[in-house]
């Protein structure tokens, strides 16, 4: 099955332990991305890549680092996480380069910094 | 600076009528805009993708236009069934060097009244 998996799916921790959520799509896709959504403010591109060993900032990157070195992963790492990275994290994936630019989402991880 | 606007938080409409959700943008030249659809708790889900040269796109129940002389798109549901309630999103890219890095507009709450 086509899909954009993404683990942990729920995580709660404390300020300043580093932690990694991974992004694994099985369709091949040169274009991926890290959004994060909280109430009032949307969803929000946090880093993009659109190839292996690209990537780019979205509009909130602070805080936040990710690697490409696999076409399928794009994890993205928390080196110090504090409160305000409390929200719900989307991973996606787009065959952009393919002349198609939809993007499909995964399941989403919902993370809590105390 | 970039702006996207969904200019309803909140639509409510009854079953068998037209859904229309209104996506305006500033400070954009976009190459295309998409629209997901969301349901409470989980990732978008791609809905539809119309290019800068093209005014309208139909699937289904559903159409979207673009204006990119008003800076508008509409996106329309018609003959709405309470499945249809959901959250709706519009999509950019941001184009020229920041191809890839798409913004969001914050949503439109579709809710379908039997």
């Known amino acids: 099955e086509a899909q954009v998996t993404q683990n942990p799916r729920y995580l709660i921790t404390v300020t300043g332990k580093k932690l990694t959520v991974t992004c694994s799509q099985n369709m091949n896709h040169e274009y991926m991305s890290w959004y994060r959504q909280d109430p009032g403010l949307g969803l929000r591109q946090i880093y993009y890549s659109m190839n292996v060993e690209v990537t780019d900032k979205g509009d909130v990157p602070e805080g936040y680092k990710v690697s490409r070195k696999e076409k399928r992963n794009f994890p993205l790492i928390l080196e110090s996480p504090s409160p305000n990275q409390t929200s719900l994290y989307f991973c996606?994936?787009?065959?952009?380069?393919?002349?198609?630019?939809?993007?499909?989402f995964g399941p989403g991880t919902r993370l809590t910094v105390t | 600076s970039q702006k996207i606007e969904q200019n309803s938080e909140a639509l409510n409409i009854q079953e068998g009528k037209t859904a229309t959700l209104t996506c305006n943008y500033t400070n954009y030249s976009p190459a295309y805009l998409q629209w997901y659809r969301q349901d409470p708790g989980r990732g978008p889900v791609f809905l539809l993708l119309i290019r800068e040269n093209e005014k309208e796109k139909r699937k289904e129940r559903l159409k979207v236009t673009f204006d990119t002389t008003l800076k508008q798109s509409l996106f329309h549901i018609t003959a709405s069934q309470p499945a249809d309630s959901a959250t709706y999103l519009c999509a950019l890219d941001a184009g020229g060097t920041s191809y890839g890095k798409l913004t969001f507009g914050q949503g439109t709450i579709l809710t379908v009244h039997p």
């Open positions: 996606a994936s787009s065959p952009l380069r393919q002349g198609s630019y939809e993007q499909y």
